[in-house]
């Protein structure tokens, strides 16, 4: 079983929508990881925050917005995408210094 | 820049044969090597890990990988596949000990493994 949660599974919306997806850890992991995933691709890294303050931001564009509320907790805030952006966001968390993280099961985003 | 490579794209073996799937890795220093499987429209879950010491790793589902430094290779091994392997299976290299930085892992472009009866 994931302990990293995420909701909701499945989010279909519009292109002048906003909307959010949600991430959740209990492990006391202190770094937080939004990656973006297209059919048939590995995993591309989008965000890591990390003590709850956002430390890398692999140039994504601003219609994507992440939050980290706690060290608990990371949004990912969703505003005029476009279809391109349609694909799996996975969230991730992981001690710092051992390398190794831990994956939600992802939020299936499909932008009409 | 650290990279990885998985040189096949597809592999399909038959249930109970042997499998193995390659891994090569650009890193500048001692790098933090993984393996990891997704099943279809599911995450990622982590087979193996290897950061130092032994450099055969044992990991869940029966799997193991052997790091070798002088081929900068991190193959992965199964000696009898079930029909519950077939799955899309990355490797994935990590940099650390960037300030303030969390962990960051960088996936090769993954090998989907095909089981046949």
């Known amino acids: 079983d994931t302990e990293v949660t995420q909701t909701p599974k499945h989010l279909v919306m519009g292109m002048t929508n906003k909307k959010s997806l949600k991430c959740e850890q209990h492990m006391g992991h202190r770094a937080m990881y939004w990656y973006k995933q297209k059919a048939k691709k590995p995993p591309e890294l989008m965000f890591v925050y990390s003590y709850e303050k956002l430390s890398i931001n692999e140039s994504v564009p601003s219609r994507f917005s992440p939050e980290c509320p706690n060290s608990s907790l990371l949004n990912l805030h969703l505003h005029a995408l476009q279809p391109e952006d349609s694909a799996l966001y996975l969230c991730?968390?992981?001690?710092?210094?051992?390398?190794?993280?831990?994956f939600g099961e992802g939020s299936r985003l499909t932008v009409l | 820049a650290q990279s990885v490579t998985q040189p096949d794209i597809h592999i399909t073996v038959s249930e109970g044969a042997s499998l193995e799937l390659r891994c090569n890795y650009s890193?500048?220093?001692?790098?933090?090597l993984f393996w990891y499987v997704q099943s279809p429209g599911q995450g990622l879950q982590l087979l193996l890990k290897y950061f130092s010491g032994d450099t055969l790793v044992q990991g869940i589902k029966g799997f193991e990988a052997e790091f070798k430094r002088s081929q900068s290779s991190f193959n992965l091994r199964k000696p009898s596949v079930h029909w519950s392997d077939a799955a899309e299976y990355f490797c994935?290299?990590?940099?650390?000990?960037?300030?303030?930085?969390?962990?960051?892992?960088?996936f090769g472009g993954g090998t989907r493994v095909l089981v046949k009866p």
């Open positions: 890193y500048g220093a001692t790098p933090y």
């Open positions: 994935a290299v990590g940099s650390f000990g960037i300030k303030a930085a969390g962990n960051k892992l960088t």
């Open positions: 991730a968390s992981g001690l710092r210094g051992t390398g190794e993280l831990f």
